[in-house]
């Protein structure tokens, strides 16, 4: 039996969702992650749950599991993304439309014209190139999706608050909302996927920083499924609210600036929004109050308020393969994602 509910979270599994299962099976071999999980929650009850395959390539390996924690890669960025509107909602941000350099003066002249708004929805213009910041295009023309960005937005979190990221994240976010299997892991634990990589060359990236600023950002399925929850019911989970609606209203909000190319992707605070760009992560089918993150290892967090759910996907692909094409994959499982939870029985 399901409680529904807002807030509430309970499990319940059963074979409604097979074929989204099977696809995610499917995709395993296609791009030979050796784990994978498809979570949903609907309702505030777990509607699916499923795990395959080991943490590693070797027999010896621990199967997946609930405990199993996945490096989420880019999905990092929403947890950073929250961390700024936390600040803007204290009052240490006064408004995003400000020049980073108003905040951080040694890039005042690097990355003049460019607000925390361009930061924020990748339209900053902004490269790395070997130390040195040079720009691709004036701020708020064009869309890009570089790190530099985010490296800004990291050390301006580190400013404001006086704390690493994964400090104010644990303090303010992690540990209010018992988020116990999510964290910026250096040291080796069982439950881990791939927390020292044996390709050096990975494209992961180095993970000896539990400051947050690395791509090492450990999370379970059922973890992350409860943070894009989190996000859903506006900070109010279980009943209680640790945190105010402004804060994920403005994170799930259009971002973007008014004059950016209607061709280019549309976000929020670094989460994608449903919109119909060449680029866009979300399947044409999903309603569009949907928005999601998407990591290089290929886990996502997809959030559909339409059908009060998240759906969760996680994999452990570590390497390129010539014939998967990830913008069809994703967009594939969104939309048949969302076909099945607007068939499930109520």
């Not at 807002?6 to 989204?20: D, S």
């Not at 020049?99 to 690097?110: F, I, K, N």
């Not at 924020?120 to 890009?144: K, Q, V």
């Not at 540990?175 to 910026?184: H, K, N, P």
Request: with cysteine.
């Amino acid at each position: 039996m399901i409680e529904r509910g807002q807030g509430r979270l309970t499990t319940a599994v059963n074979g409604h969702f097979k074929k989204l299962n099977d696809y995610a099976a499917q995709m395993q071999g296609v791009i030979g992650a050796t784990a994978a999980a498809v979570y949903i929650l609907k309702e505030g009850a777990v509607v699916n749950e499923w795990y395959s395959g080991r943490q590693a390539a070797a027999e010896k390996s621990k199967l997946v599991c609930e405990h199993t924690q996945f490096n989420v890669a880019s999905i990092r960025k929403t947890y950073l993304a929250l961390a700024v509107s936390l600040l803007v909602e204290i009052g240490l941000i006064s408004c995003i439309d400000n020049e980073l350099g108003s905040y951080l003066p040694e890039y005042r002249e690097a990355a003049r014209g460019v607000t925390i708004r361009h930061l924020l929805t990748h339209t900053h213009g902004l490269i790395d190139d070997g130390g040195s910041i040079r720009r691709e295009f004036a701020s708020g023309e064009g869309w890009a999706y570089r790190n530099a960005g985010i490296a800004m937005l990291i050390q301006l979190v580190n400013h404001l608050s006086g704390q690493t990221l994964s400090e104010f994240m644990r303090e303010n976010v992690i540990e209010r909302y018992q988020l116990s299997e999510t964290g910026w892991r250096t040291a080796y634990d069982e439950s881990l996927i791939y927390n020292y990589y044996e390709d050096h060359e990975s494209w992961v990236g180095p993970n000896n920083s539990a400051a947050g600023d690395q791509s090492n950002l450990f999370v379970s399925a059922r973890n992350l499924a409860r943070w894009g929850y989190i996000h859903l019911v506006k900070g109010q989970l279980e009943g209680i609210r640790c945190l105010p609606p402004s804060v994920f209203d403005r994170v799930a909000a259009l971002q973007t600036p008014n004059q950016l190319p209607a061709e280019l992707p549309r976000h929020g605070y670094l989460w994608w929004l449903q919109r119909d760009t060449l680029l866009n992560e979300l399947g044409e089918r999903l309603p569009n109050d949907s928005y999601q993150i998407l990591g290089i290892t290929g886990c996502s967090c997809l959030v559909i308020p339409r059908s009060n759910a998240v759906v969760v996907r996680m994999y452990n692909q570590l390497s390129s393969v010539a014939s998967y094409n990830y913008l069809n994959d994703i967009r594939h499982f969104g939309n048949l994602a969302y076909d099945l939870l607007s068939t499930y029985p109520r």
